[in-house]
């Protein structure tokens, strides 16, 4: 009995051993990178589909700036305890990229705007499925990349979306 108990004892820290510094392990440079890039990017996309929901004409591209101010805003929510549980904080507005954007955009009307605002949708959820497609391979921690592969599917549906509202303006 007593042979069997030290068996079963030294089993479980063999396996605790192998499974604990994994888990450690887990989150890497690379991923806080990738939430700092992620949040950073929802913030855009809300500022600036805020201002399309005011001035876009077009009833799609303005239905289209509403669901990216949902969408982004619930991406932002479902990022954020792993940014609080990784010391991150999370940016608050656009970055000096999106504010010169935006300040374009103020500087447009009507198709002009619309058209623009949908452009810059296009590249802006390019770049980001591309970015979410590299996390959702390189990640090691199993829970980010559950939620990273969710923000992708999300992501590539937006830049369709994007893409094919932008063909019929």
Do not use: R
């Amino acid at each position: 009995m007593k042979k069997s108990t030290q068996w079963i004892c030294c089993a479980m820290l063999g396996i605790a051993a192998t499974i604990l510094p994994v888990k450690a392990k887990a989150v890497t440079d690379d991923d806080k990178k990738f939430l700092a890039m992620a949040a950073q990017s929802d913030q855009n996309e809300i500022a600036l589909s805020q201002l399309a929901e005011q001035k876009a004409t077009n009833p799609a591209v303005k239905a289209f700036a509403e669901k990216m101010v949902k969408e982004h805003t619930q991406m932002t929510a479902s990022m954020k305890p792993f940014a609080d549980s990784w010391g991150l904080t999370a940016p608050t507005g656009p970055d000096p990229d999106a504010q010169k954007e935006l300040d374009k955009l103020n500087g447009l009307s009507g198709n002009d705007f619309d058209k623009e605002y949908m452009d810059q949708m296009v590249t802006d959820h390019t770049k980001a499925l591309k970015a979410f497609t590299t996390e959702a391979k390189d990640t090691k921690d199993v829970k980010f990349q559950a939620a990273v592969i969710k923000g992708k599917t999300a992501v590539a549906a937006h830049k369709n979306m994007a893409y094919d509202l932008k063909k019929k303006l």
